[in-house]
């Protein structure tokens, strides 16, 4: 199950609409073996592209270093799907190479400013996609 702050979950699904009609992508990182997801890290979509994301190489080495430093990893890994449902495409499939983290996808395909969207986690390892529950709380 994932839980993360209410505050968390708005501004991942505020950077999916700012970033509409392309992909948007980032980290929510947190402490070190807790799970829990704390510092919101939103990242450049390299790719500039509506139904591809990619994390701009030297930036991520950045972030990866600031995460070493800091005793942090990445808790939650999330990007939207434009034009699609929230589930895991081959190439996130392929990407996902955090085994220990959740893959949140935001679909923001059917929604305007304040429309419906949809917000779904999975954990992806060895290629096996589980989705989980999502519990969204106030504070931890």
């Known amino acids: 199950m994932l839980t993360l702050t209410q505050d968390l979950y708005d501004r991942i699904v505020a950077h999916a609409r700012a970033d509409h009609p392309d992909e948007a992508c980032g980290m929510v990182a947190g402490p070190e073996g807790s799970g829990r997801p704390e510092r919101f890290i939103p990242m450049l979509n390299a790719a500039r592209s509506p139904t591809f994301y990619e994390f701009d190489s030297g930036d991520l080495l950045k972030l990866y270093r600031e995460l070493d430093d800091n005793d942090e990893e990445p808790v939650i ?46 954990r992806i390892v060895d290629g096996e996609i589980t989705e989980e529950e999502i519990r969204v709380v106030e504070a931890y």
Not at 101 to 108: D, F, G, I, K
């Open 77 to 122: 890994v999330y990007h939207s799907h434009t034009a699609t449902e929230a589930y895991p495409s081959r190439t996130d499939i392929t990407y996902a190479n955090e085994p220990g983290a959740h893959y949140v996808l935001v679909s923001t395909a059917d929604t305007d400013d304040a429309g419906p969207f949809q917000f779904r986690s999975f």
